[in-house]
């Protein structure tokens, strides 16, 4: 992934660095498991743990394994051969009945794993967001919109309550496409165990938090790698969603909240006005991006019988960026939903654009309920929400001077149906919802 | 979805008849949620329900339905019309402070629930057949391959396993996506409950299984919708890559499976081998179609503000036809694999074509334990392999002709390597894992 | 697809009973081929017209081919026995030396032929009404956004004739599209032309208008098909766009064009302004829904070796299901062009709502070319600007009254630069462009 | 893009550099323009080319660039300020009127342009190689597969005819989709040309080879990225065919054909048949990779109003790799082709696997032209038809030794139906169409 939309924390785990740091430890892992079922002299195996303890970050010498797999044209070996360059023979118990898939896949599972740990973060740094915001806008009036049309008030806190119960399935989500791909196969060419014993991924498994994959063909099922990518492209909808919602409310006809700016930024003319929502529409971009890589994740699942290699150059490309992508458009986000300017003002500004006519649907109610037919209170009502709006006038006082109206609810009690707090009494209630009971305090 | 794809039990789920029914027990749930709480009279809900009993399948008449339908253009005030005709009065208790959306999401959710209980016993099926075909198959030998080159010996029931371990996985899966759709919005518009009782949507959700959905905005948030399509998605892969396996089989240099043929079926033309894998190409298809749905499903997420309209096109098309298309694929492949013509001689023979030379690996170990340094040892038995392969001849005879090699390892302990046991010892063992301890037997 | 997205034209093209008749006529065609090739009695040929042309409609009887393929289980012969019944013995000359996708993928391109025809009429009709719209508000200002914010002003004209030139691009790839597929393969088993003579696919190519297939293997190759069904999404995404235009321009703080409402309608509640814009949100959805046969499509492409049928259920499903919702979605997007109301009112106030700012630009470049270096022109440009913003005061009163400005601008003559014709005195050249130079009178 | 994938050519297009070089191009030839029109000093600005012109590659110093931006946080300001640094106050006259799109999408579209011709050049060199190959293997006889099952002869040149015709198609696709990309907009704020001369654009445009974009809206419209990437994903979809038919031929059963390895290169045992088809299995996940980007891209389209900048991020990520992928991709598989091993003698042995079986159609055509009824004809085939199959016997022994087929057809003139010639006998016809008449020489 480009740096432009890239934070160092993922990139490392996707770094070549990071993998041989894992294969080092998975192929000591699987010696010490055999040396202790006795398959291999334990005195050795121990001998070999001191060393590669002693050589340290030495091991990890991305260059050199590069240059010898430019002559031995394999990956696995060329690592193999670095290790016993700097570790001495001892380092022939390494990899013994193993495929390079047995060492591959499981290092993909804990790289996973770790992405997935950092996204998780990220989601625990947006929820707290979100949840923060919401409170501080539990109260804070606006109006709900269907089909981008009025229609009753809600409160700026309720939608990011929305967003945060959101996310809050979405972190359930990855925490179980977190257990989908943390999964351990040691189990050999086509993966029968004919050479190593099941005991062995059992403790590599436990070593590394994982599960040994109950039947591996060589490789770890792609079925679980398709569910994780799915995971992620559902967090990208997401993602869509919330930058959506901002650049709506940015717009300079509703100026509902605003993207935060620095003091000396400039937009891109003299028009104080144009700040652009820039943030969210480029997170609206990166979820496309994020959300693209959820069919070649499907396709990569049909292997031709035991395993095939198709999957490779799509794991080796897509799963990075796609996780880069995800954990830069998360950090974002947050960013930006904890830095977003709110306009309260103008919310009540737009709330009062339609004068009083999201109170109509209220009145033909009361109407109703003093006894008149509904019909005939629909065409009472009708009438002076038509005026008020094409004479943006108040339909209160329109009302007000209504005799047929005021003959049924006298004019007094007219103002008391245009109250906001009728439809925000509920707030609570979803509050507590969303967040428990306790943090409604 | 055309009939050619589809069945009827999981066409009825999405037929308007049973939308209606769910339509009126919603309906009637409300209602008596709230004459429960004492906010209708609850004399007359009870009248209405005994009404309703009464006139049974009387009620569930769409051709009446669409017929007000044409006049009011609103589905659902055309049903509320329809059931006041037959029910009398009572029925304006119905549909009050409720939103079209709480009636259309609530019984979409009913219904996805449903599909998804249709598509558990699908796999349940399923299941079941690879379990019994699997154990059947255990010790039936076969050549396990990668990159569809011949590797080592596994068995058929091996194979079997893998897949019902992957649609045991797809089981686990699509319970977790059912658990994501099964939630109740009863809130009124843009989900303030300004005009409903929480307590009315708690009720009607315990009536249905479904859970109360924490914060709706008028509409269930559809990246619940979303999740659930992607995890069909994944069952869509696991499809294909089972039937991809088949139709590998099938072909004519393996056959060493065959879908099942009547009796009287003829191939294309008079070629007796010329029978063709058609289910499991079909089943490839079909995974295609099933998959396809994930992507608008993603698009579906990011609703304008609190709701807009734009997803319910992509669901009233791509959400049944893609669970009528899972549904038939499910019973399709059950079916294709319930009756799969297994051929353990071909197999056998298949395993024989490379003439030994899939022990070569053991052989090559066991010079290396003799003490042979092992870039020796794999001269020693590249030299007959390269000759077994390219004359045809067996591996094991021209190592029990080769002086250098039978200095190290005696010829009669040789043919004790070519032993395929040597590949299968762990076969209960991973049996064990995928089935458990207790069905190995 | 269901009726609810379906017009009957495109719907016939691929019922049951046109592909009948395209079979009988290919097959005649092949027919009549060979006996001008003498390799058929021409006599029995032309008897054999004669009878279908005087059996007419009485061939195209899709029950009884239902009911002879319950038993054969192969659709083309119980057609082509079905045509023996009626028309005797002669039949026998049908289908000599093909393969039924000889004929099930020539009527598949005639078919998609047909469907492409009515597009391009679909196609017609909305440029039609775009062209008419676009002169309507060829001069009526409207302001030009980016990012959401208001920029610079435009007129409602200038949307349309983007849409236009947009949608006529869309018109050059969808006459593409239609030649990608309009080829004929009568080529026999794998493509070989072993029992049949090419000079047959030729002249049967013809009869239809299409182009012999260079190199068929059976089938015709499904690259074809994957880059017309591209074409296909792509017009879905235009789709979208201009729904997407019109869903931004109903919002109720910008209510610049609503669609058309028919004077009965009613909203959703007693609010006159609650007018929801439903076609174009189905129509995004309906966008979705045509877009996602873009990826089977292209996994249909790699069939194994000379075919597989992999391709079919997609190609049953999802090509008529995208054709159907495309002639659709043109038609409803048409009519609402058409019928969109546009209100230029309202589009001025919102031209009016910056104070003026949108003219800063102007005012900025006037003080630079007065001398003024760009830097201090911009400190008094947006210093005005600023307070217009904040304050609400129109940008050229505070201009006229800043002393620093009018040392460098008299203050009579800072009118002419709040002159929105100076934005659109090209309006003309790019009508010009895009209509050709006769129509923009 | 990883290096791994990555070819030089087509990542220096995408370089910084390039992008660098391509701006300083196009703000000069706007500049040029505008001095030919008399709006612009024509000696400033020819003194500005001179000088830019000994600055030479000084002036593509994406360093300074850069650190400039961390200033400005602007690329294109930044650029102007670097080359005002070193090209001093004529640099003024660059970018008069024109927005950063004007510069950043006509920059595209010539990258863009770069990147098909890149293309074009590797698709001539696929093609020159499928050319040469399929005559080279013109008449070389392999069996034709349906459903994977033997079919009837074909030979192994019209396979590569059959891959040649395709990516022949699809030259012809990227051709235009090269012509969608290739336009200019140098258009001003919201594309109404107020600050800049349309004649400037034609000028730019008429520079590189580009035409004006009749209307853009500060944007060149995103449907042609969109039919480009489409292009691109069937061009894909293609490489995936030819790429899955290798990796059939390669299979151990099959063994007809088989990728190159080096003299020295081992397999990955000792076993010298398991030689994998890696490169063609790494083209399949290369093809679902390039794919990948044609949803995001469809996503693209609907921009809000005349812009919004949620495109760009798909573009500065997705673009450059699919196009790098998709050289990459085409590279390999031209040098895949190129070299492949192919095996004549083995196609033979396959094409005798089924006894003679494959002309059985023809013997029922013959003994139906000697006027026995066809079933009668149909059950004298099948009966020795099965028997050949099932007992491995020379069907045409078989039905010499029929007393009831040589009857009919004496035993002396079965023979000649058993002739690959047959089904060869038009490959010069369908050479003819695919290569012209000249080059079937």
């Not at 079922?37 to 091991?59: H, I």
């Not at 906001?420 to 969303?434: E, G, L, N, P, W």
């Amino acid at each position: 992934m480009i740096p432009r939309y890239s934070r160092p924390e993922m990139v490392a785990i996707f770094a070549p660095e990071n993998k041989l740091r894992i294969w080092l430890e998975v192929e000591l892992a699987a010696a010490e498991a055999m040396a202790g079922l006795g398959q291999l002299p334990a005195d050795e195996v121990a001998s070999l743990r001191a060393k590669v303890e002693q050589a340290g970050e030495r091991l990890i010498d991305t260059a050199r394994v590069d240059e010898i797999e430019a002559v031995t044209r394999h990956d696995v070996i060329a690592f193999l051969t670095h290790v016993e360059e700097i570790c001495g023979a001892e380092a022939r118990h390494l990899h013994l009945g193993m495929t390079s898939s047995d060492l591959l896949d499981t290092t993909l599972a804990i790289q996973l794993a770790q992405a997935a740990d950092l996204l998780l973060a990220d989601l625990d740094a947006l929820l707290e967001v979100l949840r923060r915001r919401a409170f501080e806008h539990k109260d804070t009036l606006t109006i709900g919109r269907s089909h981008g049309i009025h229609a009753e008030p809600v409160t700026f806190g309720l939608k990011l309550a929305a967003a945060y119960a959101e996310f809050d399935r979405n972190r359930t989500r990855l925490r179980t496409a977190r257990a989908e791909i943390a999964t351990c196969a040691i189990s050999g060419a086509v993966g029968s165990f004919a050479n190593i014993d099941p005991r062995v991924e059992e403790a590599v498994a436990a070593r590394f938090g994982l599960v040994p994959e109950p039947v591996s063909t060589q490789v770890i099922p792609r079925d679980r790698h398709a569910a994780f990518v799915a995971a992620l492209a559902v967090i990208a909808s997401s993602i869509e969603r919330l930058a959506t919602e901002i650049r709506h409310l940015q717009r300079t006809e509703v100026g509902e909240a605003e993207e935060f700016f620095h003091a000396g930024q400039k937009g891109s003319s003299a028009m104080p006005h144009k700040r652009n929502p820039v943030l969210s529409e480029n997170l609206t971009g990166l979820a496309r991006l994020i959300r693209a890589a959820v069919v070649p994740a499907l396709e990569n699942v049909a292997l031709w019988h035991e395993r095939d290699i198709s999957h490779s150059s799509v794991e080796r490309v897509a799963f990075p960026d796609m996780l880069v992508l995800a954990d830069f458009a998360l950090a974002r986000l947050t960013s930006m939903m904890d830095r977003l300017v709110v306009y309260p003002e103008r919310m009540q500004r737009n709330l009062d654009m339609t004068h009083g006519l999201l109170f109509s649907q209220r009145v033909l109610i009361a109407l109703t309920s003093s006894g008149l037919p509904r019909q005939q209170a629909y065409v009472l009502v009708q009438r002076n929400a038509m005026r008020a709006w094409e004479e943006g006038l108040s339909l209160l006082d329109l009302l007000q001077a209504d005799e047929e109206v005021t003959a049924r609810l006298p004019a007094a009690d007219l103002p008391a149906l245009f109250d906001m707090s009728y439809h925000t009494k509920h707030v609570d209630t979803i509050f507590a919802r969303v967040f428990g009971e306790a943090s409604a305090d």
